[in-house]
């Protein structure tokens, strides 16, 4: 089966549920109109009933019998009858039919109606029932004749044909059939025009989508249809514009890993050709060039291990296994490993942690990196004589840890880039200006940004040149 399109779910979707909508309001509309029409009904002919019984009291209750009252009470009947509308019919205190001004009603019949029983019992309530002289549906309401001393001399029976009401209920059911059709063939229309709205800026979306799947990363689309498909469209360009500029990251990327890794393969490459030359002649060449090439291998040895490990934190953000961990251990191991390099740098290492944190869902391992690599670089960038300092605290729901120094700092304009990959600074702001900034590559802070992030957690940097840098690090909390 072909799928429709998403113009016609549209449509269909809008006419059912307005179909639904406009069939339920009318119902309920219309029951309670009708409702409302029957109990008005019902309320006018108990007071009609009432008042009858009222005016009929004197006549019979002057009377010795209501067979001595003869025509006379036949024509208050037959009058207040015409006067309703409807028929009228009394009855003595034993519930038998005294007269009635539908002459299909037998005299002297004995009566067993429900609103009959119910005013005997002093309980006035409606009744719609079937008729059997008039074979029809009819309303009947009751009262009672009461005389003096609060005696029953008779009870009064008042009914109505309930084809009239029947027929103002089928015209206000007609009523809002007619105006729920115009409506919905309304909103037909209207859902046409909407559909056709939304579904286009999509179907351009689409394409649009396809051309970029294809390679044609330059793409975009004209925002239009209603605001909410506009913001659909500026999201898209948005994207498209971050997914053009991931691609040209990635290339940077590979790049820069091309040129780090090759600048330092060429340089060992050459020396083995001198010392393969030389070497076997002149030893202190040999000599000097085994240390050159151990360092040059020891660059390589930290440039791969970054890369291996910043891709593995971001191909496995959620598989990498996190426990429940009280990050204070871990600093304070990580402050004894760091104190020996801390002291052949002549530099001091404050630790501020208190015995406990709050637990965070964390890798042990990929933490350890991630601090080790802060306090390295921090110990790395402060002259001899300077502090560095560790601390951590809890607060509400997060941990945060710092690490500070009072290194030479980073240039305001080095700061939104610091967080970049391969992205160095002038090797005169290091502290180690003998290699690549003290045999960094450029990828500490992108490793510690990535971890940080595959965890929950944020980092901010605050530095200022000759006054040195806090990184701080916000962990969630359990």
């Not at 019992?121 to 079937?130: F, N």
């Not at 801390?342 to 406990?356: C, F, G, K, S, Y």
């Not at 709050?358 to 390295?376: G, K, S």
């Not at 090797?427 to 965890?455: F, K, N």
Request: proline share 4%.
């Amino acid at each position: 089966m072909r799928p429709r399109s998403l113009s016609r779910q549209l449509l269909a979707t809008y006419v059912t549920l307005l179909a639904l909508g406009l069939l339920v309001a009318s119902v309920l509309s219309g029951a309670q109109i009708a409702a409302q029409e029957i109990e008005r009904t019902q309320r006018s002919l108990a007071l009609q009933a009432q008042i009858i019984a009222n005016a009929l009291r004197e006549p019979i209750e002057h009377g010795s019998q209501y067979a001595a009252l003869g025509r006379s009470l036949n024509d208050l009947v037959n009058s207040y009858a015409q006067s309703i509308g409807g028929r009228v019919t009394v009855f003595d205190p034993q519930l038998q039919v005294v007269t009635s001004s539908d002459s299909a009603v037998p005299p002297h019949q004995a009566a067993s109606d429900a609103e009959l029983i119910d005013v005997q019992r002093g309980v006035s309530l409606p009744a719609i029932r079937w008729d059997e002289w008039r074979k029809e549906q009819r309303l009947f309401v009751a009262a009672p004749v009461i005389g003096n001393r609060a005696a029953i001399l008779g009870y009064v029976q008042l009914s109505v044909s309930m084809a009239p009401i029947n027929a103002e209920r089928a015209q206000i059911w007609l009523t809002f059939a007619v105006i729920g059709g115009l409506v919905l063939l309304a909103t037909i229309g209207a859902s046409i025009w909407v559909a056709r709205q939304i579904a286009a800026p999509v179907q351009t979306l689409t394409a649009t989508s396809e051309q970029i799947a294809a390679g044609k990363l330059d793409e975009r689309v004209m925002p239009g249809g209603p605001i909410e498909i506009r913001r659909l469209g500026d999201a898209f360009n948005q994207m498209a514009e971050r997914v053009q500029e991931m691609m040209a990251q990635q290339r940077a990327f590979v790049d820069n890993a091309a040129h780090e890794l090759r600048s330092p393969l060429t340089g060992l490459r050459l020396r083995i050709e001198m010392l393969q030359t030389h070497g076997a002649n002149d030893v202190a060449l040999t000599q000097r060039y085994l240390g050159q090439m151990e360092r040059e291998i020891g660059y390589l040895q930290r440039v791969v291990d970054h890369l291996l490990t910043l891709a593995s934190v971001e191909q496995n953000k959620q598989a990498a296994p996190k426990t429940a961990l009280d990050l204070a251990p871990v600093l304070y191991d990580l402050s004894d490993e760091v104190t020996p390099l801390a002291q052949q740098a002549n530099v001091t290492l404050q630790v501020n942690v208190p015995d406990h944190l709050p637990t965070v869902q964390a890798n042990p391992d990929q933490m350890r990196i991630a601090i080790r690599n802060l306090l390295d670089n921090a110990i790395k960038y402060t002259r001899q004589g300077g502090t560095v300092t560790l601390a951590a605290c809890a607060t509400g729901a997060h941990i945060e840890i710092t690490v500070s120094d009072t290194g030479i700092g980073i240039p305001a304009e080095a700061l939104p880039h610091v967080f970049d990959r391969f992205y160095r600074l002038d090797a005169a702001h290091s502290r180690d200006r003998s290699t690549r900034l003290g045999g960094g590559a450029g990828l500490g802070l992108s490793l510690v940004q990535a971890i940080i992030q595959a965890h929950g957690g944020a980092i901010r940097l605050a530095s200022q040149v000759g006054a040195g840098s806090t990184f701080t690090i916000e962990l969630p909390s359990e």
